[in-house]
Structure formats: C-alpha cells, structure tokens
C-alpha cells in the first residue's frame, strides 16, 4: 500500500466533502432541536394523564412525580409558556377577579390573531410571602396556555396582559380540598412551610403559588394546592 499516497488522500478535503459534513451537521442539529421542542410541547397534554383531578380542561399541565409522603410531595415541571397579568389589593380574591377577567379576554379573542384559545389547568396565583395586615400586594394570575400555542403565542391586545415563559423546575407541593379562599390557603401554605423546614429542605421564600384546577361551577371534589419551588437539591418528605 502507497502510505504517501493514502495521507495525500487523507488530508484531501474538496469543497463538495465541507458542504456535505456541514450540511448533515445541520440536520443534526435540526432534529436535536425540534425533538426538544416537542418534548416542551409534551409537558402539556391530555388531562387524563396526570392526574384524576384535572378534569375539567381537555390539557393540563403534566409532570414527573419525584417523591411523596402525607406531608407534601416533590414534583419535575418543565419549562411552559403562560399568558399573566398583574392586580394589586389588599384582599387576594379582589385581584384575582380583576387579573381573570382580563386573561379571558385574551383566551376569547383578544389578541392578534383574534384566536380562541382553550382553557387549561392549573390557574396559578403568585402570592408574595409576609403580606403586612391590611397592605396591598400585587397578586400575579396566569393562565397556561395549550400544547398548539406553547411555541407560538399571539401577543395580547391588552398591554398589561402578557406572555410569560416559566422555567424547568421542581417544586414542593401540598394538596387540599374546598374552596382556595385567602384564609385557608393561608393555612395550607403554612403547613408546607412548616413541614419543610422540619426536613430543612430549602426553598424560595419570597412568594408561593396558589393553584386552582377547577372552575367556580364545580361545588364538589374541588382540587387546589400550595407551590414553593425548590432551591438546590429536592429533599423528600419523611417515609410514611
């Protein structure tokens, strides 16, 4: 065999060879990137997957169930496109009508394209945590938005109405029954705080999600939960 001849081949690389390389490297990188855009699209699907309380929606927001125990459970959400606003007063139930009439409007029709969007579930309410008595505090609401708009959103109509892109994240959750009115959310969220701290788990402690899966006509088997999501490492609750 000719080594001489063999290097020369070697080292030969036509311009025709750099297209081709380039050119499947690119498809490469097409295929890795539209494969992590249908597993984002994948975190919001059909309601009967989850769980059996979402029910009252065609999607929810899906997720991995990392550890549970009586006093909360940890759960794996990837990152999801929310449509929020904000409304400040000092009573919660007072903003959040205010923040929900507007996020309808745009779910009806009020955007750009004119599109009617699906509902989805879980409503979620971000609360600022130590709220003074008698203060006003400004409540965000958001809605999730459906797997055929999480890349492609219409802009809002409304300027204080907008698009919001949620992180990757694992949060502490705590579930309860009956109406999520401030008091008794209060007291849930409370009771997480606590039970975290017991297993010196740490988490952000500059607010919380209120988190609603069902709509005001629902009367029974109602589903609400406290959020706080987690910093570092998830610690998991004691083994029942």
Same mark, same amino acid.
């Given at each position: 065999?000719d080594t001489?001849s063999?290097r020369?081949t @070697?080292?030969h690389?036509?311009p025709? !060879?750099?297209?081709? %390389?380039f050119s499947?490297m690119n498809c490469?990188?097409?295929? /890795? /990137?539209?494969?992590?855009s249908?597993?984002a699209?994948?975190?919001v699907?059909n309601?009967?997957?989850?769980t ?10 899906l %997720? $991995?169930?990392?550890?549970e &125990?009586k006093?909360y459970?940890?759960?794996?959400y990837?990152?999801a496109?929310w /449509?929020s606003?904000?409304?400040e007063?000092i %009573?919660?139930?007072f903003?959040i009508m205010?923040?929900f009439r507007?996020?309808f409007?745009?779910i009806?029709?009020?955007n750009?394209a004119g599109?009617k969007?699906?509902?989805t579930a879980? /409503?979620?309410?971000k609360?600022?945590?130590?709220i ?8 965000v609401l958001? %809605?999730?938005l459906?797997?055929? =708009?999480? #890349? !492609? @959103?219409p802009?809002?109509n409304?300027s204080s109405?907008?698009?919001?892109d949620?992180?990757d994240?694992?949060?502490y959750?705590?579930?309860? &029954? ?6 008794i959310s209060?007291m849930?969220? $409370? ?6 701290d017991? @297993?010196?788990?740490?988490?952000d402690?500059? =607010?919380h999600?209120?988190?609603g899966? #069902?709509s005001?006509?629902?009367?029974t #088997?109602?589903h609400?939960?406290?959020? =706080?999501?987690?910093? &570092?490492k998830?610690?998991?609750?004691p083994?029942?």
């Amino acid at each position: 065999m000719d080594t001489g001849s063999a290097r020369g081949t @070697a080292h030969h690389i036509t311009p025709h !060879h750099r297209t081709v %390389f380039f050119s499947k490297m690119n498809c490469l990188v097409g295929a /890795v /990137v539209l494969l992590l855009s249908i597993t984002a699209e994948a975190r919001v699907g059909n309601s009967s997957e989850p769980t059996s309380y979402c029910t009252e929606t065609k999607e929810c927001l899906l %997720f $991995d169930l990392i550890c549970e &125990g009586k006093e909360y459970e940890v759960r794996h959400y990837e990152a999801a496109k929310w /449509v929020s606003t904000e409304a400040e007063s000092i %009573f919660k139930e007072f903003a959040i009508m205010r923040a929900f009439r507007k996020l309808f409007k745009y779910i009806t029709g009020e955007n750009e394209a004119g599109a009617k969007i699906d509902m989805t579930a879980p /409503v979620l309410t971000k609360v600022k945590e130590e709220i003074p008595w008698m203060d006003t505090s400004v409540y965000v609401l958001s %809605f999730l938005l459906p797997s055929a =708009y999480q #890349n !492609h @959103a219409p802009q809002p109509n409304d300027s204080s109405v907008y698009l919001m892109d949620m992180p990757d994240m694992n949060v502490y959750v705590k579930s309860y &029954g009956g109406w999520m009115v401030s008091p008794i959310s209060k007291m849930y969220s $409370d009771q997480l705080k606590e039970a975290l701290d017991k @297993a010196q788990a740490t988490y952000d402690t500059d =607010y919380h999600y209120d988190v609603g899966y #069902n709509s005001p006509m629902k009367l029974t #088997n109602r589903h609400n939960e406290v959020w =706080y999501v987690v910093k &570092g490492k998830p610690v998991c609750p004691p083994a029942e």
